[in-house]
Structures are given as C-alpha cells and as structure tokens.
C-alpha cells in the first residue's frame, strides 16, 4: 500500500479520456448501435449485485466514483473495501463519498484507506465532533439530521449503478438476521455522464469534507503493512460468479456487438440520472435548486392510467392523499406495496403510515404489505446457467426476474451466510406501464424533505411491462392485500395453498411491536420520518 500525505482540498471532476480502458472498449460497440439511447439492466438479487459490484470494480482501469449513505465493517462492506484498494495498485483513481452519520466504518479505517496515493475518502455533511457524536448530532440537530441518503457506483465513466442498495450484508443476502429486499439498475452509454456529472457536484460541494481534515492520525509503516495484508485476505476468500462478464460481453468473432440469446438483456432507451442538488442540506434558501421530488412531481402528473408505487417506507402526508385523490377521480389505477409491520426495520414510519391506509382503500387504492417471511429473488434466469445441470424451459416461456417468491427454508444456506427475516428495500415507481423510476427515495417526508437522493429514470414500455406483470403476479401469497370489511374495519387477506386467510390485527407482529407503533403515532414525528 502506497502511502501519502494530504493537506490541501482538491477539486477534481470525471475522467472523460477512458478509451484506453478496456470496459469501454468491450461496451463502445454496444453503445454506437444505440445512438443517443443508454442500455439498463435490473438487478434484483442480493448475490447478482454484490458480485456485479466487484466484478466492475475488478475490471476499472480508470476511475471509480463510489457514494453510499451506509458503509458497514462487515464482510461485505470489508470485501468492497479491499476490491478498491487492488484498483488502486492498479493505478485507478478511487473517490469515495460516505455520508458521515450513515456509514459506521469509522474514522481509522477511512483515513487508512486515504492513506494510498490513490485513493480519496470524503465525508459528506461531517459532524463536528468525531468523538462525542451523538452530542454532536444533538447539539447541531438542524443540520445534522440532513443527510446524503444518495447510492451509486461509477467505473471508468462507462457503467454506473444506481440503485436502493447501501453496503453491507443484509442488501447482498448475506445477514443471518435481515434480508433487504432491494433493487439496483446498472446503465451504459450517455446517462453515465449524467451519473458522473451529479457525483462531480457532491464531491466538489462545500459540504464534502476530506477525511484527514477532521479525523487525525498518524499510522507506522507497520500498521500500513498490517492492514494491507488484512484486505487482501479477504480478497482471497470470495471470487465473483463467472457469469458476470455476460453484462459486458460483446460478440468479437460477428465484430459487431450484437447481444445474443446466450448473454443478457439490455434494454435499450431514453435514461436519466435524476438527484437532488447537495445544498438540500441546507433547509432554506434551496428554491433556486430543482428537487428530485419536484422533478419526478412533474412526471407524476402526467399518469393517465396505472401506477405501481414499490417503497419500504411510506408516509403520504396529507399531499400525498390529495395527489392520490386527484389521480382516481381521473380512473387511475394505483398499487402500492411496502412492509407490514412484521417486515419493517423501522417501526417509527409503520406509525406514520398506518393510519392513511383506510383513507387510501376508501378512494380505491390497491395497497399490500410484504410478508416478513418472503424471497423476494427474481425469477431463475437460464442466460446465467448452461449445461446439463440447467433448467428447461418450455418455448416462449418468460422468466419472471422481477418476481416475489415466498422463502421456502429459512435455514437454507445462501451466498454467504443466511437470514431468518426478510424486509422489502427497493423504491421503485412504475408509470403506465412506460416509464420506470429506481433509485435511493422513499415515499416519506425524510426523502421527499430532509435528506438527499438519486435515482434512474427509463423510458421502456417493455421493460417497465414486465417488471409490472411480475410483481402483480408475485403478490399472491408473498403478500397481505389491505381491505376493509362491511363494518370498515381494516382487515388482511393473504392466499394460501389452503385458501384466502384473513387476519385482524397486524399479521405476525408481536404484541410489543402493536403497542410500540400505537404509541408512537401519538408524538407530532410525521415530518421527521
């Protein structure tokens, strides 16, 4: 591990001249057969976005842009972390943006990190004090409680993933006690310069700091020595699955790019990186700025027939019930999907949300809670298995990678470890069956608010249909459908192999959990969550 010193605050921008890398020569041919048109692909598995993670990080020969609102020290979080520092021997350039209340990877670990000559860790919106934190967060609570909530990742100015995915464990399927359902989009061609144009803005804004400028600490040639060997062991230990190339092959003996039916599927349209500018954080004075809930506001007041609504934490405020109104009084379809009380990680916005639910049915508003013992993996994909081993399809068969599926073993070993819970983490937005939005918003005061956010916009009729088909489908059984009886009581209806089960209190929460979010629901937190 090379080693530097930094005093000074640099200001630096994307690497546009990436010809020489090899990624953007594999994906050019790809790209000049799709002008003025960027190719996405969904990534719904835990195990699929770990390992396209590290296998781009793996193949940049340019630059890496990371910026994550949650950065755990586990093995994941370690695994990624020793991936960047073998790019960096490499000789890539590595800017890392962590937000600083987010991430718990804590200040040593970062500043050793920053110790590599090419290597770059700032901390967005930092907290004053680095030992007294919570007092800190306390004390400055106005600005503090702003956060960068923002999720993507930028190799070499030619791919970017952009998604719902923090890092660690329990978004890749690997946590004993939690698995994330969530969902990323991996992009190619110009919405990549959009990506590393917004990552541009947040790393040279003034609330991005240097992490040697507020953590200090000197580390002996031994102790660079010693963590430098700790990464590369667990380097050692994982191997991404081979199929990954699949992403960025292109077909070299035909010299033309085209995809084939043996490597997966882009889809080909219009895509843009939508984000909230960075001085968000401020509170006031943001008017001159365009909000990333004010742009997709735009969007949503174009729905003329369906909206399938994909968010983990939902509060709609009393605007939020008005739009809604608006849209059924136009004969718009709406769904929505988010946790139950069982499944969510935050119990604090189930109060928020539960009590617009009957308000919501009463309009005619399709509502569904994820059970919190559901698989949310996509549907088997052949393209990714061949051999005698792999699955036959009957002719014109679809898989359904979008699909729920209920968890059949919880002790059944996946990846790295296995989870005994699952709780849904996408946020995705689905506009008549035309447009797809994937990103890091949640549907909540905080996100729409407080904090900042990113996200893809994709215009693919084909694409969005059948993530819509899908996740309809896979409702059934996977998750509670809200209703209210003849009495208007709320009620839960679930399918199950033995017929339709319908439950009266909140399905599989504990008498504690019940008692916790009516209490709750009693303090003024609504803009808070």
């Not at 890398?21 to 003025?36: E, G, K």
Request: aromatic share 10%.
């Amino acid at each position: 591990m090379k080693s530097r010193k930094k005093q000074v605050v640099e200001t630096t921008f994307k690497i546009t001249d990436v010809e020489r890398s090899s990624l953007s020569r594999r994906i050019r041919p790809y790209v000049d057969q799709h002008p003025r048109e960027s190719g996405v692909y969904p990534l719904v598995s835990g195990k699929d976005a770990l390992d396209a993670r590290l296998a781009l990080i793996a193949a940049a020969e340019v630059s890496l842009d990371l910026q994550y609102y949650i950065w755990h020290r586990d093995q994941s979080g370690h695994l990624m972390a020793s991936y960047l520092l073998e790019a960096a021997d490499r000789g890539v350039r590595v800017r890392l943006l962590l937000d600083d209340v987010g991430s718990p990877i804590g200040d040593e670990r970062l500043l050793l990190l920053s110790q590599h000559v090419n290597i770059s860790v700032r901390l967005f919106n930092p907290l004053i004090s680095r030992v007294r934190r919570l007092w800190s967060m306390v004390w400055n609570f106005g600005r503090a409680n702003r956060r960068m909530h923002n999720k993507s990742l930028t190799v070499d100015n030619t791919v970017t993933l952009v998604g719902g995915r923090n890092i660690g464990d329990e978004y890749f399927e690997a946590c004993s006690q939690v698995d994330f359902s969530d969902l990323d989009v991996m992009a190619i061609g110009p919405v990549v310069e959009n990506a590393s144009d917004g990552f541009d803005e947040y790393w040279n804004s003034d609330f991005s700091c240097p992490i040697e400028l507020i953590a200090h600490k000197k580390f002996s040639v031994q102790r660079l020595a010693q963590a430098n060997r700790k990464y590369r062991e667990y380097v050692k230990q994982y191997t991404p699955k081979a199929w990954v190339d699949a992403f960025l092959y292109v077909d070299g003996s035909a010299g033309s790019g085209v995809e084939t039916d043996s490597h997966v599927k882009w889809y080909w349209s219009q895509a843009s990186i939508l984000y909230d500018h960075p001085n968000k954080v401020l509170g006031r004075g943001f008017g001159k700025f365009k909000s990333l809930s004010s742009q997709l506001a735009e969007l949503s007041n174009s729905v003329s027939q369906e909206l399938l609504l994909v968010s983990p934490y939902f509060v709609p405020g009393r605007a939020g019930l008005d739009y809604f109104s608006l849209l059924r009084s136009r004969g718009v379809a709406i769904t929505i999907l988010t946790n139950s009380l069982a499944a969510t990680d935050v119990g604090v916005v189930h109060s928020g949300y539960a009590k617009y639910r009957k308000r919501l049915l009463k309009m005619g508003v399709s509502i569904y809670e994820t059970r919190s013992d559901f698989n949310a993996r996509p549907g088997y994909d052949v393209r990714h298995e061949k051999g005698p081993g792999a699955p036959k399809l009957k002719p014109k068969h679809r898989i359904r990678r979008w699909a729920f599926r209920r968890k059949k073993d919880a002790n059944k070993k996946m990846h790295i470890g296995s989870s005994s819970r699952a709780s849904l983490h996408a946020k995705a937005f689905f506009i008549d069956r035309q447009k797809t939005f994937v990103g890091s918003m949640n549907l909540d005061p905080r996100s729409l608010l407080i904090n900042t956010e990113i996200g893809v916009l994709v215009d693919n009729p084909e694409m969005t249909c059948e993530a819509v088909e899908d996740i309809l489908a896979s409702l059934s059984g996977n998750a509670y459908a809200l209703v209210l009886d003849e009495t208007g009581k709320l009620m839960w209806e679930l399918e199950t192999d033995e017929g339709r089960v319908r439950f009266r209190t909140e399905p599989m929460a504990t008498v504690f959990q019940r008692m916790a979010v009516w209490l709750m629901a009693l303090f003024p937190l609504e803009s808070q969550l």
